[in-house]
């Protein structure tokens, strides 16, 4: 690689065969802010700088003298740093808010194992899938050997400047590897460290695989969303988003807390609990009480409903909360005496 380097070979090769700069990054696992006037030439040629030096200041001016300069992040959370172990979307999407908001996020990606997300929605090269795009955009990136000790040293090193780790592996994987709380917290005792997962850390279904169909199901959103043909479930990733918004809220919870003398913790989080919190109003309105009650005027699955026009040019989505609606209801579609039905 350093032969190559020297002779500018890889360098011309791949910004030659490669359409975007997203694209390079994609392929050699980086991503790293370029300025807009940067080719993707002068890109790559600062990355295998980088790459190939070595040293942090040498890669700084290699990246520098490429186009590639690094921005200051503004924000609420500016200065603040997150470890994002996580994969997928439903860890990733949380840490990308925290991102949005100022906090300088470092994507770590197995090399052995990468984001199964790299794989999902439209993309422009193989393994940049829009999926993984914005989950993880704003973020710093490292990929790491997981399966080796060397790999494992370099997360604990970056632990000890961290504030917060994020990680959705199964539960125990992370302290087998190592790089559980209990091992990092040893050298930052400051950290908050945040285990998510689908069905919680003890239990029969503790260490299920879980992707969003499974809790959608499991919160009783299915049910809830049923129609003729029976249960269904939602086309979108909405347990996995939920899970994010709420780990999101999570964080900056402890964060807070932190900033008020608690310190470090660890944060257990399920994205079974947050997919019912999120869904407890409607689905769950019967037991939000003591006592038995009977459901009061119509239930929310009844009226959430596409409504087709006779020309079939299109359908109607109609939301009539009040009498006062129905009224302007009836008024608009000509039809004055319903209004008093």
Request: a positive charge; hydrophobic letters at 45%.
């Amino acid at each position: 690689l350093e032969r190559l380097c020297a002779r500018g070979r890889i360098a011309r090769s791949v910004a030659r065969h490669t359409q975007s700069f997203p694209a390079v990054l994609g392929q050699i696992g980086l991503a790293i802010p370029c300025s807009v006037d940067a080719s993707p030439m002068d890109c790559v040629a600062g990355i295998l700088g980088c790459l190939c030096i070595g040293g942090t200041q040498a890669a700084r001016r290699a990246l520098e003298a490429g186009g590639v300069h690094r921005r200051r992040k503004t924000g609420p959370l500016a200065g603040v740093k997150i470890l994002d172990l996580s994969q997928v979307v439903s860890g990733p999407f949380g840490a990308r808010i925290l991102a949005d908001l100022g906090a300088e996020v470092i994507k770590i990606e197995s090399l052995t194992q990468p984001d199964s997300a790299r794989g999902l929605g439209a993309s422009p090269a193989m393994g940049m899938g829009s999926m993984y795009m914005s989950a993880n955009m704003g973020k710093r990136s490292i990929v790491l050997d997981l399966s080796k000790p060397e790999g494992r040293r370099v997360i604990a090193r970056l632990a000890k400047n961290a504030d917060v780790v994020l990680q959705n592996f199964r539960p125990g994987v992370v302290e087998r590897m190592g790089i559980g709380y209990e091992a990092l917290k040893q050298a930052n005792h400051d950290l908050i460290y945040v285990n998510l997962s689908g069905f919680g850390r003890t239990g029969p279904m503790a260490g299920s695989r879980v992707y969003d169909p499974i809790i959608q199901a499991s919160s009783g959103f299915c049910e809830h969303n049923a129609d003729e043909e029976g249960s269904r479930l939602a086309s979108q990733f909405i347990m996995d988003k939920i899970a994010s918004i709420t780990v999101a809220q999570t964080i900056l919870a402890a964060l807070v807390a932190k900033r008020r003398g608690a310190g470090g913790q660890e944060v257990n989080m399920t994205m079974l609990d947050a997919g019912i919190n999120f869904i407890w109003p409607e689905v769950f309105s019967e037991q939000t009480w003591a006592v038995p009650v009977v459901p009061v005027g119509p239930q929310s699955h009844s009226f959430y409903r596409m409504w087709n026009t006779i020309d079939a040019v299109g359908a109607l989505a109609l939301s009539l909360s009040t009498d006062h609606d129905w009224q302007n209801f009836a008024a608009a579609f000509g039809k004055p005496e319903l209004a008093s039905d």
